[in-house]
């Protein structure tokens, strides 16, 4: 498979659950990155993996914990979440000198 | 403090018409600005960008035009077709670090082509 992929599309989970979005790229890129799109907000920043090591956290609540085991993989492991933390979570990456290559996102819903 | 903005949340244009849709920033150490396109249920996807060293790159139905000095850049789409309708997101990369990128999306517009 291609491009970027993230599982699972949709989650719904309560606000003492621990779930994890998977993000995959098959494109060599050295860099990964999560976003997070809310309704009429733009893309926020959460945080970027370049070449496996974490080098920037936007300043993002500890109840979002990235892990990067290997170049192709992303994960996010969330817990204890908010309401307000339900939005479209969206993985993306890139190779040096070129823009980004998104995955279609995981539909959060935190109740 | 919003570095990209779009101030039109949406935007409507007969099919046909010439669509531009617009795009302002603060930040004038932005090298490359990006313009992405968005469907319903996927992700963004590229579609045109624009180095900070040029004012106008043309592919296509889409041109994108930079003006620097006025920190503001437009994206139009003509003959603008129903496929066209979106969210079209505009994005200003910064200094990343390590190799990796750092860019600054704004909020998105939503663009409705009429039949």
């Known amino acids: 498979e291609t491009g970027v992929t993230q599982t699972p599309r949709h989650l719904v989970m309560g606000m003492t659950n621990k779930k994890s979005l998977k993000c995959e790229q098959h494109?060599?890129?050295?860099?990964m990155y999560w976003y997070k799109q809310s309704a009429k907000k733009p893309l926020e920043l959460m945080f970027v993996y370049s070449l496996e090591e974490r080098v920037e956290n936007n300043s993002v609540p500890s109840r979002f914990s990235p892990e990067c085991p290997n170049s192709s993989h992303l994960f996010l492991h969330l817990h204890t979440l908010q309401p307000e933390d339900s939005a479209l979570y969206l993985c993306a990456s890139s190779q040096v000198g070129y823009g980004y290559t998104f995955g279609s996102g995981t539909r959060l819903t935190v109740v | 403090d919003q570095q990209v903005k779009q101030n039109s949340p949406s935007l409507s244009v007969q099919e046909g018409r010439i669509s531009i849709l617009n795009c302002d920033y603060t930040?004038?150490?932005?090298?490359?600005f990006l313009w992405y396109k968005k469907y319903p249920a996927e992700g963004p996807t590229f579609l045109i960008s624009?180095?900070?060293?040029?004012d106008k790159n043309e592919d296509g139905r889409f041109t994108v035009f930079l003006n620097k000095s006025a920190k503001h850049l437009s994206l139009h789409i003509v003959p603008s077709q129903p496929g066209d309708s979106a969210v079209y997101f505009c994005?200003?990369?910064?200094?990343?670090?390590?190799?990796?990128?750092?860019?600054?999306f704004g909020q998105g517009t939503r663009l409705t082509i009429n039949p």
């Open positions: 624009i180095s900070s060293i040029k």
């Open positions: 994005a200003a990369r910064g200094r990343g670090f390590q190799g990796a990128q750092k860019l600054v």
């Open positions: 494109l060599g890129h050295n860099a």
């Open positions: 930040n004038s150490m932005f090298d490359y």
